[in-house]
């Protein structure tokens, strides 16, 4: 198994930038394609972006295309959400998530990944 840990959550202003980590410990983390959900109060989790266990290549949702990048550092177990131009939609509890790798992976389904972390609250003022 996968243990996953997001950090670097916190208030930020619109306009703003933040950059979330999640570190990974437990089973070796560079077998895994890795992804960034995100989930306000009352509404269903939504895909954010997803990046594959080579880091070749990366996924984003439209919400979010031209303002994250995802990116990740096997040797160090570790997957980042970098977020500029921060709006109050961006609002939510974000989550990691590990992706056993198969023959296939739809990079924005939830029910393509095995492990989750606890999440990390970003709130955005103005």
């Known amino acids: 198994q996968v243990q996953l840990v997001e950090s670097g959550g916190g208030l930020v202003q619109a306009g703003g930038s933040l950059r979330l980590s999640c570190a990974a410990s437990?089973?070796?983390?560079?077998?895994?394609?890795l992804g960034w959900f995100r989930q306000a109060p009352g509404k269903e989790r939504e895909f954010v972006a997803a990046?594959?266990?080579?880091?070749?290549?990366?996924f984003y949702a439209d919400s979010v295309k031209g303002r994250c990048t995802i990116s990740r550092d096997n040797a160090k177990n570790t997957v980042y959400l970098q977020m500029n131009a921060l709006k109050a939609e961006d609002t939510s509890a974000y989550y990691c998530?590990?992706?056993?790798?198969?023959?296939?992976?739809?990079?924005?389904?939830?029910?393509?990944?095995?492990?989750w972390g606890q999440g990390t609250q970003v709130t955005i003022s103005s």
């Open positions: 998530a590990a992706a056993k790798l198969r023959g296939n992976w739809s990079p924005s389904k939830i029910s393509e990944y095995d492990y």
């Open positions: 437990g089973r070796t983390f560079g077998s895994h394609a």
């Open positions: 990046i594959s266990w080579t880091g070749r290549n990366t």
